[in-house]
């Protein structure tokens, strides 16, 4: 493929607001295989890194791909971009390229051509992603048992979760919104912690179908912003929580090292 013909497949995935340049560069890079300028708007191929055949197009119309998410998303933000290119807005416009030049049969999807790759997939998916979010769900349970036989021995749960299961209180309440919320375990572990950091069910359980159904973290992340207009605000909270509990731990882990200290000098 030649420049023109590699921006023309761009072209037809997706139209973008503000036109761009494709440049071969015509060398090989050890660092990267491509680079977008949004100050002149160009999109820059290293070419020689890739192989002639059918793989190295594929590989290079990948390459493309990227670097043209981070045009559309230049072009999202009046034709500029933060340092900070690769955020969540990023992957998700890119993973949502992917999938359109798949569907137009553009792009070669690489994960369903391999039978071992697909078979690894299945394994990971069920043995290791499943199962591994099962038991975090299914530990949620015994907190909450342990929670509620807590108070009713007049013993503080957090207390015990510090000093006696020795592990974050932030991961032992999570564990029990996950159990509380029901959430899918098929998502993962991860994903399902995500999930139980959205308050409101409706729109919990429409990320949790779109994990399921395959869509990437960052485009589910995106979508949720984007219907409420910016992060989800329990989300926002629930990590200001995590911040504060955090330091609030650290400081009073070292209040009460400075008191020793005094204690020892008024010895």
Known sequence: ???????????????????????????????????????????????????????????????AIHEYAHHLHACSRGGTLSTRAHTSEFWAVFHALLEKAEAKKIYKDVFSESPELKSLTDTIR????????????????????????????????????????????????????????????AVGADNMRFLAGIRDEDDRKAAETALVKGKSPDTVKMALKAKNGGEDPALKLEKEKSRLERTIESLSKRLEEVKQELKRFAD
Do not use: W
């Not at 992603?129 to 957090?158: P, Q, W, Y």
């Open 1 to 63: 493929m030649n420049q023109d013909q590699v921006k023309e497949k761009l072209l037809a995935i997706e139209d973008a607001p503000l036109d761009f340049s494709l440049i071969y560069s015509g060398k090989t890079s050890a660092k990267v295989n491509g680079l977008y300028k949004p100050d002149t708007r160009e999109i820059i191929i290293h070419n020689r890194n890739f192989q002639k055949g059918a793989n190295g197009d594929n590989l290079l119309l990948y390459t």
């Open 126 to 185: 069920k043995k290791y992603l499943e199962e591994n979010g099962s038991l975090v769900k299914e530990m949620g349970g015994v907190f909450l048992k342990a929670h509620e036989l807590c108070t009713a021995l007049g013993i503080r749960f957090e207390d015990y979760v510090d000093r006696v299961l020795c592990i974050p209180r932030t991961a032992a309440n999570m564990a029990i919104r996950m159990y509380e919320f029901d959430i899918n375990p």
